[in-house]
């Protein structure tokens, strides 16, 4: 992708640095799509105007010149970067407040080739995101922050799907924290899908990140009901976010870890050729044993009192 440093937008956005990524000696971007630049085929940047800041995703066409079918990958970058444009309208439209709200969305042009269009979408900006920032969390204050992230992050999906929305890859490093505004937010509906509309990824097995999919995922079990399966994809990821705050990993690498390879699927390094429902057993068992530990880490009822009396807010 051409830098788009320095360009600015129809509605007076500039763009002012990379996030996730730099710029080579020749002014080249290197390591663009690199986690926490905005995705696979996309990159990040910061922007601002009249002294605010946010933060840009520009979707890079340039890719789909690299596959053997070039107008089939275009469509699919392009269709699923407007049907990312539009869900982030209808997110603004419904007032979702805990879900990172777009600010503006258009298209750069760069050159003359088909390429060179660079759509974009303009996102709040957080102050970072809970997988990092949990770490630099005071310890006396480490369980409200927490918590509050927890319930915030509960009530963001809750108004995704409330829309008909799943989100499919929810995870650490997409509940973002907005300090000024003393709230966390789930951002990055790149990969998330609304019921009745066909878009590229909805055929996809797993659409978000593998490292944190449902064990039924990872076993090519998919439920025939749209919702059950895709709002227990997201339920799952927000069980494994509460157990990346208490155990330090999500939750489906602790299961892992619990599974002979004779019975893990060959995804994961396994041999398992059966079914997952003749597997279900052994993965339950694995689950009760990392629930066993978290339980061990959680605290008490009385801690959990102390924090209910100190006011987290209704999200």
């Not at 990872?218 to 439920?223: E, M, P, R």
Request: with cysteine.
């Amino acid at each position: 992708m051409f830098s788009l440093i320095g360009k600015e937008t129809d509605d007076g956005w500039k763009v002012i640095e990379p996030v996730g990524w730099k710029l080579d000696t020749t002014g080249k971007p290197v390591a663009a799509g690199a986690p926490g630049s905005g995705g696979n085929f996309s990159a990040g940047y910061r922007v601002q105007k009249d002294g605010r800041k946010a933060f840009l995703k520009a979707i890079d066409l340039s890719r789909a010149m690299l596959a053997k079918d070039v107008i089939a990958a275009l469509k699919v970058i392009v269709d699923t970067a407007s049907f990312e444009k539009s869900l982030c309208a209808m997110c603004g439209e419904k007032r979702m407040d805990r879900v990172v709200l777009a600010l503006s969305s258009g298209d750069f042009i760069t050159g003359v080739n088909l390429q060179d269009r660079v759509p974009y979408i303009i996102f709040e900006l957080a102050d970072g995101d809970v997988r990092r920032r949990v770490r630099l969390v005071d310890s006396k204050l480490r369980l409200q922050w927490v918590f509050r992230a927890i319930q915030n992050s509960a009530v963001g999906l809750r108004q995704l799907h409330k829309a008909n929305v799943a989100h499919q890859d929810f995870k650490p490093s997409n509940v973002l924290q907005f300090e000024a505004q003393k709230a966390f937010k789930v951002g990055d509906v790149g990969r998330a899908v609304l019921e009745g509309v066909a878009v590229a990824h909805d055929s996809l097995r797993i659409a978000g990140d593998p490292a944190y999919a449902p064990p039924e995922l990872l076993y090519g079990h998919l439920d025939p009901d749209w919702r059950t399966r895709r709002y227990g994809c997201d339920l799952f990821m927000f069980g494994s976010l509460i157990v990346f705050f208490f155990m330090g990993q999500g939750l489906t690498p602790l299961l892992i870890r619990k599974i002979e390879a004779a019975y893990l699927p060959r995804a994961r390094g396994g041999t398992w050729a059966g079914t997952y429902m003749e597997v279900l057993p052994i993965v339950r068992r694995a689950f009760a044993d990392v629930l066993e530990e978290l339980a061990a880490l959680v605290p008490n009822d009385r801690a959990i009192g102390r924090l209910r009396s100190m006011q987290l807010g209704n999200g």
